[in-house]
């Protein structure tokens, strides 16, 4: 089983900056994609960014510019790091990763639960 936590979010005012955290645990033999996705209230999820093999990245086109994602292949983590944020950046913020558990293993997509960004004054 693996195991996606996410750490970071808070409250921030506008024009200010967080960093998310995804830490993957547990039976890893590889991360092909690990990326960041949002669901503010009433809305669909959306993928914010992603990373893939050979740090290959791609962003929403309402983040392109202000937000960053990397990859620590090391600690299994991935980061995102948020600057110039809007009200319209509040949401639920989920890890969501592509894992081979094992080598006999196919890979399957995980999730974190969440964690909240509010931007507010």
């Known amino acids: 089983q693996v195991q996606l936590v996410e750490s970071g979010g808070g409250l921030v005012q506008p024009g200010g900056s967080l960093r998310l955290s995804c830490v993957a645990s547990?039976?890893?033999?590889?991360?092909?994609?690990m990326a960041w996705h949002r669901q503010a209230p009433g809305k669909q999820r959306e993928l914010v960014a992603a990373i893939r093999s050979g740090e290959i990245t791609n962003y929403a086109d309402s983040v392109k510019g202000r937000f960053t994602i990397s990859r620590d292949n090391a600690k299994n983590t991935v980061y995102l790091q948020m600057n110039s944020l809007n009200a319209e950046d509040t949401a639920g913020y989920y890890c969501?990763?592509?894992?081979?558990?094992?080598?006999?293993?196919?890979?399957?997509?995980?999730w974190g639960q969440g964690t909240q960004v509010t931007v507010s004054s």
């Open positions: 969501n990763a592509v894992v081979r558990p094992d080598s006999t293993y196919s890979a399957s997509n995980y």
């Open positions: 547990g039976s890893i033999f590889t991360i092909y994609v």
